[in-house]
């Protein structure tokens, strides 16, 4: 098993029961196939740059442990997702 780090932002219009929803559909992908260790919701915070003509995103972390190829299909579902406006995976053991 190997640790990462998942980082992503939610969009900010939606409401509170959705946004919930969509950490809680991350966070059932991962523990099929690994283990969350850890969900820190940082909350609403300016972004860099507008992302979809907006300048606040809801941005979440989780830390979890899964196989190599877990990271693979966590990004070809939040790719495809409708409230994650972006989103990276890192691979906290490969330093």
Same mark, same amino acid.
Do not use: C
């Given at each position: 098993?190997?640790?990462?780090?998942?980082?992503?932002?939610?969009?900010?219009?939606?409401?509170?029961? #959705?946004? +919930?929803?969509?950490?809680?559909?991350? #966070? &059932?992908?991962?523990?099929?196939? &690994?283990?969350?260790?850890?969900?820190?919701?940082?909350?609403?915070? #300016?972004?860099?740059?507008?992302?979809?003509? #907006?300048?606040?995103?809801?941005?979440?972390?989780?830390?979890? +442990?899964?196989?190599?190829?877990?990271? !693979?299909?966590?990004?070809?579902?939040? !790719?495809?997702?409708?409230?994650?406006?972006?989103?990276?995976?890192?691979? !906290?053991?490969?330093?």
């Amino acid at each position: 098993m190997t640790n990462y780090e998942l980082m992503f932002i939610i969009d900010p219009a939606l409401e509170d029961e #959705k946004k +919930e929803a969509a950490i809680e559909t991350v #966070k &059932g992908i991962i523990e099929a196939d &690994g283990s969350v260790s850890e969900v820190d919701t940082w909350g609403m915070r #300016k972004l860099a740059y507008p992302i979809w003509k #907006k300048n606040e995103g809801y941005y979440v972390v989780i830390q979890f +442990e899964a196989n190599p190829e877990l990271p !693979k299909e966590l990004d070809r579902r939040l !790719k495809i997702s409708d409230v994650v406006m972006r989103h990276l995976i890192v691979n !906290k053991d490969q330093r």
